[in-house]
């Protein structure tokens, strides 16, 4: 092969954490720089995501991904395809014990194949499966990070060091009690992650709400650890691609980041196809579009179109969170009866999550015509949908980015990880959501009337439109556009100087080749007596009215 034909298509690697939330993100990622054109895009995935990938498409690899080739890495963890995915303990023994030999092999393999002095121009790795990060060092592939969920987590987790020295937590990542802080008094949540400016004061988070604190303490200890090791290894990286918008609707009131020296922030999304904002909903499964890990029922949609414009309320906790108990699920059903709407529920079918349902409660709201319940939905078609009023949701990022850009309002039930810093954006910066305080009955019940009716969800239906506006169509999906240019422009670059030079050796750093991102502050919301918010920047100005 010459060097021309070589050069031609630029091959970039991209390995996501395994879980749906990352997947689905990072696929978008690869497709839209293949769409730039010069780009052959490889996505990377654990085996068992691969065979659930797959089975969701027939087996056809070219539908499954697009434009964008699935490669399945030998993992070495048992999955049946069931509705539980393999847990994180199992998936991170892979990813540091199993996993990396063979995506070595795969990145030589490329390498040889190519007649190339590099087997990639670039490895794109999730944050979360850092465990790539030196992969690519012994392979002498450049190695960007993408952040695929909001930076605000990205932020938190990055002052673990600042949160210890100032007293918020233990060096095993325990929150620590008033007393040992050395700054303010605490509430009875925790310390205020205000006080340190990592986030503003006005989203009201705690070191109760650290993404790490999921499970028993020996849970809590081991990821944090894993967190640990993941920002270690994060400091290595040239660039990283944030899905998500500068700012994040905080402006100035949120601390300006610092990067380790040489390191470069690109905001990249909100991701999505950009061909599916206009586009119908579908009648039929999904599955390919979206590179789901599960079967989606496709009579959802047939259901939907019997409903009355904005009347259902959808309901669905996403794909990676731990069974929330038979007794809340018991309180869910009851408060959706009893708000008197008709609602789609995504309830996986094991029965850690079903146990408490009332007996018959599937059936007999199916038979009257008030709910559904299925184990798996199209969200993006659902969310579409015009029967669709407004969304129960767990707050993870996709989820809510899915809600904005398709204008459903939200009731915010954090479950863990960074779903609670999600939720108090949502609800704190910017009103396109209220809080579930808690799942009994009549907060379920209230929470829904709420939203669908009067002058509070009139407001938050229009707040969502402004935040769909600002971030899925105006200036924040032209930056989004920009930076992927920028960084596309400077992988070229870059390999072309490192195949130019390959022979003395060495990886030439990206950042040398990314220009300026354009990653203004576009967005700033301010509180006022009058209770405004106003978003000013250097090139736009958006009202958040909240009254």
Same mark, same amino acid.
């Given at each position: 092969?010459?060097?021309?034909?070589?050069?031609?298509?630029?091959?970039?690697?991209?390995?996501?954490?395994?879980?749906?939330?990352?997947?689905?993100?990072?696929?978008?990622?690869?497709?839209?720089?293949?769409?730039?054109?010069?780009?052959?895009?490889?996505?990377?995935?654990?085996?068992?995501?691969?065979?659930?990938?797959?089975?969701?498409?027939?087996?056809?690899?070219?539908?499954?991904?697009?434009?964008?080739?699935?490669?399945?890495?030998?993992?070495?963890?048992?999955?049946?395809?069931?509705?539980?995915?393999?847990?994180?303990?199992?998936?991170?023994?892979?990813?540091?014990?199993?996993?990396?030999?063979?995506?070595?092999?795969? $990145?030589?393999?490329?390498?040889?194949?190519?007649?190339?002095?590099? /087997?990639?121009?670039?490895?794109?790795?999730?944050?979360?499966?850092?465990?790539?990060?030196?992969?690519?060092?012994?392979?002498?592939?450049?190695?960007?990070?993408?952040?695929?969920?909001?930076?605000?987590?990205?932020?938190?987790?990055?002052?673990?060091?600042?949160?210890?020295?100032?007293?918020?937590? %233990?060096?095993?990542?325990?929150?620590?009690?008033?007393?040992?802080?050395?700054?303010?008094?605490?509430?009875?949540?925790?310390?205020? &992650?205000?006080?340190?400016?990592?986030?503003?004061?006005?989203?009201?988070?705690?070191?109760?709400? &650290?993404?790490?604190?999921?499970?028993?303490?020996?849970?809590?200890?081991?990821?944090?650890?894993?967190? &640990?090791?993941?920002?270690?290894?994060?400091?290595?990286?040239? =660039?990283? $691609?944030?899905?998500?918008?500068?700012?994040?609707? @905080?402006?100035?009131?949120?601390?300006?980041?610092?990067?380790?020296?040489?390191?470069?922030?690109?905001?990249?999304?909100?991701?999505?196809?950009?061909?599916?904002?206009?586009?119908?909903?579908?009648?039929?499964?999904?599955?390919?579009?979206? @590179? @789901?890990?599960?079967?989606?029922?496709?009579?959802?949609?047939?259901?939907?179109?019997?409903?009355?414009?904005?009347?259902?309320?959808?309901?669905?906790?996403?794909?990676?969170?731990?069974?929330?108990?038979?007794?809340?699920?018991?309180?869910?059903?009851?408060?959706?009866?009893?708000?008197?709407?008709?609602?789609?529920?995504?309830?996986?079918?094991?029965?850690?999550?079903? /146990?408490?349902?009332?007996?018959?409660?599937?059936?007999?709201?199916?038979?009257?015509?008030?709910?559904?319940?299925?184990?798996?939905?199209?969200?993006?078609?659902?969310?579409?949908?015009?029967?669709?009023?407004?969304?129960?949701?767990?707050?993870?990022?996709?989820?809510?980015?899915?809600?904005?850009?398709?204008?459903?309002?939200?009731?915010?039930?954090?479950?863990?990880?960074?779903?609670?810093?999600?939720?108090?954006?949502?609800?704190?910066?910017?009103?396109?959501?209220?809080?579930?305080?808690? %799942?009994?009955?009549? =907060?379920?019940?209230? =929470?829904?009337?709420?939203?669908?009716?009067?002058?509070?969800?009139?407001? $938050?239906?229009?707040?969502?439109?402004?935040?769909?506006?600002?971030?899925?169509?105006?200036?924040?999906?032209?930056?989004?556009?920009?930076?992927?240019?920028?960084?596309?422009?400077?992988?070229?670059?870059?390999?072309?100087?490192?195949?130019?030079?390959?022979?003395?050796?060495?990886?030439?750093?990206?950042?040398?080749?990314?220009?300026?991102?354009?990653?203004?502050?576009?967005?700033?919301?301010?509180?006022?007596?009058?209770?405004?918010?106003?978003?000013?920047?250097?090139?736009?100005?958006?009202?958040?009215?909240?009254?």
């Amino acid at each position: 092969m010459s060097a021309e034909s070589a050069q031609a298509r630029r091959a970039i690697v991209f390995v996501p954490f395994p879980a749906q939330g990352h997947v689905t993100p990072m696929l978008h990622l690869a497709r839209a720089l293949a769409d730039r054109g010069g780009v052959a895009a490889t996505l990377a995935v654990p085996d068992f995501v691969h065979r659930r990938m797959m089975s969701q498409d027939g087996g056809d690899n070219d539908n499954a991904a697009g434009r964008v080739a699935l490669v399945p890495i030998p993992s070495g963890v048992p999955d049946d395809g069931g509705d539980e995915p393999p847990g994180f303990a199992s998936i991170v023994h892979a990813m540091e014990h199993h996993m990396p030999a063979h995506l070595e092999g795969l $990145l030589l393999a490329m390498a040889r194949a190519a007649g190339r002095g590099g /087997a990639a121009a670039c490895l794109v790795v999730d944050v979360l499966a850092s465990w790539a990060v030196p992969v690519a060092a012994r392979c002498g592939v450049p190695a960007v990070g993408f952040w695929p969920v909001m930076f605000a987590s990205y932020r938190v987790v990055a002052a673990i060091p600042e949160l210890i020295s100032n007293g918020f937590i %233990s060096g095993t990542g325990t929150p620590l009690p008033p007393s040992t802080n050395k700054i303010n008094e605490a509430d009875s949540k925790g310390r205020k &992650l205000g006080d340190l400016d990592i986030l503003p004061s006005k989203l009201e988070l705690s070191t109760a709400d &650290l993404p790490w604190l999921v499970g028993s303490a020996a849970s809590r200890q081991s990821r944090f650890a894993f967190w &640990l090791q993941t920002v270690d290894r994060a400091k290595s990286l040239d =660039c990283i $691609l944030v899905n998500s918008f500068p700012g994040e609707g @905080a402006g100035d009131a949120d601390r300006p980041y610092d990067p380790p020296p040489g390191q470069r922030i690109l905001h990249v999304g909100p991701l999505f196809d950009d061909d599916s904002l206009g586009r119908p909903p579908c009648r039929k499964s999904t599955a390919a579009a979206a @590179a @789901a890990m599960w079967q989606a029922d496709p009579t959802c949609m047939e259901w939907l179109d019997r409903q009355s414009p904005g009347s259902v309320v959808y309901v669905s906790f996403g794909s990676w969170v731990a069974p929330i108990g038979p007794d809340k699920i018991a309180q869910f059903a009851l408060g959706l009866e009893a708000a008197g709407r008709p609602f789609l529920w995504v309830l996986k079918s094991h029965p850690s999550w079903r /146990a408490g349902l009332p007996d018959q409660f599937a059936e007999t709201v199916a038979a009257a015509g008030r709910g559904k319940i299925v184990t798996w939905a199209p969200q993006e078609d659902v969310l579409r949908h015009g029967a669709v009023g407004c969304y129960v949701t767990h707050c993870g990022t996709n989820s809510a980015l899915e809600a904005i850009r398709h204008g459903v309002r939200m009731i915010c039930y954090p479950i863990s990880g960074d779903q609670f810093i999600n939720s108090a954006y949502i609800v704190n910066m910017w009103g396109a959501g209220i809080a579930l305080a808690s %799942s009994n009955r009549d =907060c379920v019940k209230d =929470c829904i009337e709420r939203v669908m009716e009067g002058e509070e969800g009139r407001r $938050l239906q229009e707040n969502v439109a402004r935040m769909r506006e600002m971030v899925m169509v105006g200036e924040g999906r032209s930056i989004a556009k920009r930076n992927l240019d920028l960084f596309l422009e400077g992988i070229i670059k870059s390999d072309d100087a490192s195949y130019r030079n390959h022979q003395q050796g060495g990886v030439v750093p990206l950042t040398s080749f990314i220009r300026k991102a354009q990653d203004v502050q576009y967005s700033n919301p301010r509180h006022s007596e009058e209770g405004r918010y106003r978003g000013e920047s250097r090139n736009v100005s958006y009202n958040f009215d909240f009254r």
